[in-house]
């Protein structure tokens, strides 16, 4: 086996072993038998919207990682695409096609316009 | 069993994974055969994305496998880039409790941040068990994040369109997953407090770096409006 080889899977085995653990860490503490303090529950249920709006918000900063704010758009394709996909879905509760026609609308502002 | 009804509600919920996944799987596997020059690329492709699902690192250890990087270093990038995922399961705790150690092992090992979403969500159909949707829709998506990474190493540049722009897909599938939850008015404060704590680890740190204060901010902001937001939860 070449060095290489030899480092890409000990590099596999680190990377996975560290993300599963922190992925079974909270099992790990709270999971087993009894029940979790109730501060431990508290946060939990407000975790969810919490994390997934604060995902939302890094997926809209991520399209500019490597590109200049102005120029590529300066978040008129999100804003738009973003307004299409909740919109559509406060109207239809259709998730399916919401993040459908979000996308389309967004791939079109993204390829044709900005 | 699964249910066929479990089964397709699952899929018909994954599907945006699914176009999300592929894109930027496709994307991790073109950098890593177009970074590493072997011929077994396609394989490791296949081995890395199977065993770490995890959209930031594949592209990560792209870089690491080109210089070497120290295998302390790469623990500690790891878990800098990952940790969020140990607030995750904070979410599922009561849903995934005392169910067999194979199905939980899987469900924790396959936890990415889009299939948290579907799984905090859990549409699951009337009659249907929601622990075995939650089980298809983490392995219809880890299927998806394999075929991506592995394909993109196989093929190379050989795409049959112009896919840019594909990956809001998954910025969609938050904003409606979130939207859903905002329909119950107690879901709404933890929201705009995760919004803004996103907002202002933004401004404060780069993108890359932005993910770990938001969420230390939004764990202390939860911790000291604790009785007012519990009291809404209550009220519901």
Not at chain 1, 9 to 23: H, P, S
Not at chain 1, 93 to 110: D, E, F, H, K, Q
Not at chain 2, 39 to 66: E, K, N, R
Not at chain 2, 134 to 155: K, M, P, Q, R, S
């Amino acid at each position: 086996m070449s060095e290489q080889t030899i480092y890409i899977i000990i590099m596999a085995v680190a990377t996975c072993a560290v993300t599963v653990g922190l992925r079974a860490f909270p099992f790990l503490l709270f999971g087993s038998g009894k029940k979790c303090p109730p501060v431990i529950d508290y946060i939990g249920k407000v975790l969810s919207p919490a994390a997934i709006a604060m995902l939302v918000i890094y997926c809209w900063c991520s399209t500019y990682r490597n590109s200049d704010f102005l120029s590529s758009g300066a978040g008129i394709p999100e804003l738009a695409a973003s307004l299409v996909t909740v919109g559509l879905h406060l109207y239809k509760r259709n998730p399916l096609l919401s993040i459908i026609c979000g996308t389309a609308v967004y791939m079109i502002l993204v390829q044709k316009i900005f | 069993m699964i249910k066929s009804k479990t089964l397709k509600a699952a899929f018909i919920a994954s599907l945006p994974v699914l176009m999300g996944y592929l894109a930027m799987g496709i994307a991790a596997g073109i950098l890593l055969a177009g970074k590493i020059d072997r011929p077994d690329i396609s394989f490791w492709a296949f081995i890395t994305s199977a065993t770490t699902i995890s959209g930031a690192l594949q592209f990560a250890i792209v870089d690491w496998i080109a210089q070497q990087t120290p295998i302390l270093d790469v623990i500690l990038l790891t878990l800098f880039l990952n940790i969020r995922y140990a607030m995750y399961g904070l979410s599922l705790l009561e849903r995934f409790r005392g169910i067999g150690f194979l199905k939980k092992s899987y469900l924790i090992w396959s936890l990415t941040d889009e299939t948290y979403a579907l799984e905090v969500e859990c549409k699951v159909p009337a009659g249907g068990n929601p622990l075995n949707y939650c089980l298809a829709v983490a392995a219809f998506d880890h299927l998806y994040w394999i075929t991506g990474v592995t394909l993109g190493a196989l093929t190379g540049r050989l795409l049959p369109f112009d896919n840019k722009g594909i990956d809001f897909a998954m910025t969609a599938l938050f904003l409606v997953v979130l939207t859903d939850q905002c329909r119950e008015r107690k879901n709404r404060t933890p929201a705009l407090i995760g919004a803004a704590a996103a907002v202002i680890g933004r401004i404060f740190f780069s993108v890359d770096n932005m993910l770990i204060p938001a969420m230390i901010l939004m764990t202390v902001t939860f911790i000291i409006l604790r009785r007012r937001l519990e009291k809404g939860i209550c009220n519901e």
